[in-house]
């Protein structure tokens, strides 16, 4: 069960560790708007095919409403639990992603590309929650249920090629029913929500 909510919690996470940032605006935040490329970047030899994972003209790896595939029969069901327990899942994957990227990458620069690229990519998620995006608002099935491959036997951190590349994002989307959404007054609930967290990030 913890695989197949990776992903959203693995957004949550990246959200809060970003302070909460405005839905990515890829027309005026895009990195690719200042680097053609990123590709053996600065001479520095671990960006040698970054570009390969999203491709060149989708720095933060968005998907387009056209590409995302629902896989209906993997649906789930939202359970609520404690706010605490979720918190709590959200700062080991937050972790995770620091120790990931400080184990496994030795460049300080490609390792602050590849965090704001992180960043960049869990911060479309707002947008979905939003529901100002066009996207189904839940996860990739697929990718999360990866998951436990992150990790080897003795809990050190795998070497493995998990057999996809950014670009396969948002094929095998499964989105939980039972929310509490609301058509009709939703977008303003959730929009306050949203600027109350925004004000207490920046407080």
């Given at each position: 069960m913890f695989a197949t909510i990776a992903l959203p919690l693995l957004s949550?996470?990246?959200?809060?560790?970003s302070a909460l940032a405005l839905p990515f605006n890829s027309q005026t935040q895009s990195l690719n708007r200042r680097y053609a490329s990123f590709d053996s970047w600065g001479s520095i030899s671990s960006f040698d095919g970054f570009d390969n994972f999203y491709g060149v003209d989708n720095f933060s790896g968005e998907i387009s409403v056209s590409s995302?595939?629902?896989?209906?029969?993997q649906v789930e069901v939202c359970e609520s639990v404690s706010?605490?327990?979720?918190?709590?899942k959200l700062l080991v994957l937050q972790e995770i992603a620091k120790r990931i990227v400080t184990e496994q990458i030795c460049e300080v620069e490609t390792q602050t590309v590849v965090f704001q690229q992180f960043l960049s990519s869990c911060?479309?998620?707002s947008s979905d929650l939003?529901?100002?995006s066009g996207r189904d608002?839940?996860?990739d099935s697929a990718i999360a249920s990866?998951?436990?491959d992150i990790f080897e036997a003795d809990d050190s951190l795998s070497t493995s090629d998990l057999g996809f590349s950014g670009t396969s994002l948002g094929s095998s989307y499964a989105v939980p029913t039972g929310n509490n959404?609301?058509?009709a007054t939703s977008s303003v609930s959730v929009g306050n929500a949203y600027n109350a967290a925004l004000s207490a990030a920046s407080a």
């Amino acid at each position: 069960m913890f695989a197949t909510i990776a992903l959203p919690l693995l957004s949550l996470s990246a959200l809060a560790g970003s302070a909460l940032a405005l839905p990515f605006n890829s027309q005026t935040q895009s990195l690719n708007r200042r680097y053609a490329s990123f590709d053996s970047w600065g001479s520095i030899s671990s960006f040698d095919g970054f570009d390969n994972f999203y491709g060149v003209d989708n720095f933060s790896g968005e998907i387009s409403v056209s590409s995302q595939v629902v896989v209906q029969e993997q649906v789930e069901v939202c359970e609520s639990v404690s706010i605490e327990i979720v918190q709590q899942k959200l700062l080991v994957l937050q972790e995770i992603a620091k120790r990931i990227v400080t184990e496994q990458i030795c460049e300080v620069e490609t390792q602050t590309v590849v965090f704001q690229q992180f960043l960049s990519s869990c911060s479309h998620f707002s947008s979905d929650l939003l529901r100002t995006s066009g996207r189904d608002v839940g996860y990739d099935s697929a990718i999360a249920s990866h998951f436990s491959d992150i990790f080897e036997a003795d809990d050190s951190l795998s070497t493995s090629d998990l057999g996809f590349s950014g670009t396969s994002l948002g094929s095998s989307y499964a989105v939980p029913t039972g929310n509490n959404w609301n058509s009709a007054t939703s977008s303003v609930s959730v929009g306050n929500a949203y600027n109350a967290a925004l004000s207490a990030a920046s407080a």
